[in-house]
């Protein structure tokens, strides 16, 4: 079941605002999270077990927050529904969150939240009505401002490699209270600490994890635990 549910019925943005809030206090306790995009294939043939291997290994260094590249089908669905019935322990998230299907195919599943990478106006009031919290990706001051007035206390900074690690110091001043920003895109397990320092309040990985027992990320977490 998703840690992030709560029984405050009245008003759905305050559940809004209060799941935002829970999902920024798991990330404060493990700021990284591990992004995987299963094989298409496997997910249409339902072969599911690459997937929960990656994930156990991830579990047996001490990674908290997960989160699975969406796929808009039933399959995958049954997949997100065995890893969180399976790995109760985590966070899991949907990474890659882009359209209507996709968002409608999320709602089916117990995650505890979902990633875009874009600001999609038309998406975020849908997740708000339902009490999503679908983290959009930002890039310029514009978008960040525009996420904030929505009401968002959490964005993720995408590509944040484009810019690199000191853009949030140039953008702070006039865009203060910056929100919590989760770093992602091109970030390798080497520059975590790096990220961090930088003003970031957590980074995600991806494609640039050569594996998911990288001695780096191992290092990182055994050092914070």
Partial sequence: MSKLLNTHKNNYESVWLVNQRNLINNFKKQPIIIVIRPNLYDIENEIF????NQISNLNSIGIKNIEIACTPSNKWVSLMRILCRNF????????SVTSNEAFKTVLQTKVSYSMSPVWNLELQQKA????????????????????K???YEILKLFPASLFGKSYLKKIETPLNPIPFIIASGGINPKEINSWLESGFNAVALGRSLSNHKDDYLIDWINKNK
């Fill in 88 to 95: 109760p322990s985590n966070i899991f998230g949907a990474a």
């Fill in 128 to 147: 708000k009505e339902a009490n999503h919290v679908l983290i959009p990706g930002v890039l310029s001051p514009s978008e960040i401002n525009c996420a």
């Fill in 149 to 151: 007035a929505f009401g």
């Fill in 49 to 52: 077990s690459p997937t929960i």
